[in-house]
Every structure is written in structure tokens, then in C-alpha cells.
């Protein structure tokens, strides 16, 4: 069974940057779809990056440019590097591992960006 331990939220001005990680243990890590979403108070959970088994990349509109999706399947660690980051950039982010052996949630690490 898939474990996932979330790490690197925390404040930052806007404008600043932050890089999150997502460490898993388990088996078929290199088989899966791994994704970063975020919730923000009072707004449902939403996409923003996601990268796939083989490389496939997607980003939510309001990050493209901003944030970068990547993964190392020997670490068994997906990151998102988050630049030039925004007020509304601020949530609470989740990492997902989607894979042949099910879908798990890390625990939620919370970004705050100031103004």
C-alpha cells in the first residue's frame, strides 16, 4: 500500500518561490500518474500540475509558466517547483499517486503567499 509524506509548504512573499515534495513508499511508483492539487478556504480542491508514467505533462492555466511538475522514480519523489508565486496561489496543496495498485492522497502541506 501506497504512503505519501509531504514536505516544503510554508510562507512566502508574493513573488518568491517554493519547491514541495512528495516522498512515496510502496510499490508501482513508476507505473503511476502523479499530481499536485490545492484547496483554498471556502473553494473546491483543483487540478494544477500533473505528470504521467510516461512524461505527459498538464497544467492548470493559472499556473503555466509559473509552476514545474517533475518526477524521480528512483526517489520515488514527485516535486513541484512553484515561482513567481501569487496571493491566490495560497491552499493547502496535495500530492497523488493514481496507479495500478490504487490511488492515495499525501497529507496536505499548507502554502501561504503574502501580499
Known amino acids: 500500500q501506497v504512503q505519501l509524506v509531504e514536505s516544503g509548504g510554508g510562507l512566502v512573499q508574493a513573488g518568491g518561490s517554493l519547491r514541495l515534495s512528495c516522498a512515496a513508499s510502496?510499490?508501482?511508483?513508476?507505473?503511476?500518474?502523479l499530481g499536485w492539487y490545492r484547496q483554498a478556504p471556502g473553494k473546491q480542491r483543483e487540478v494544477v500540475a500533473l505528470?504521467?508514467?510516461?512524461?505527459?505533462?498538464y497544467y492548470a492555466e493559472s499556473v503555466k509558466g509559473r509552476f514545474i511538475i517533475s518526477r524521480d522514480n528512483a526517489l520515488n519523489t514527485v516535486y513541484l517547483q512553484m515561482n513567481s508565486l501569487k496571493p491566490e496561489d495560497t491552499a493547502v496543496y496535495y500530492c497523488?499517486?493514481?496507479?495500478?495498485?490504487?490511488?492515495?492522497w499525501g497529507q496536505g502541506t499548507q502554502v501561504t503567499v503574502s501580499s
Open positions: 505528470i504521467g508514467s510516461d512524461g505527459t505533462l
Open positions: 497523488n499517486v493514481n496507479g495500478p495498485y490504487g490511488n492515495r
Open positions: 510502496g510499490i508501482g511508483f513508476s507505473r503511476s500518474a
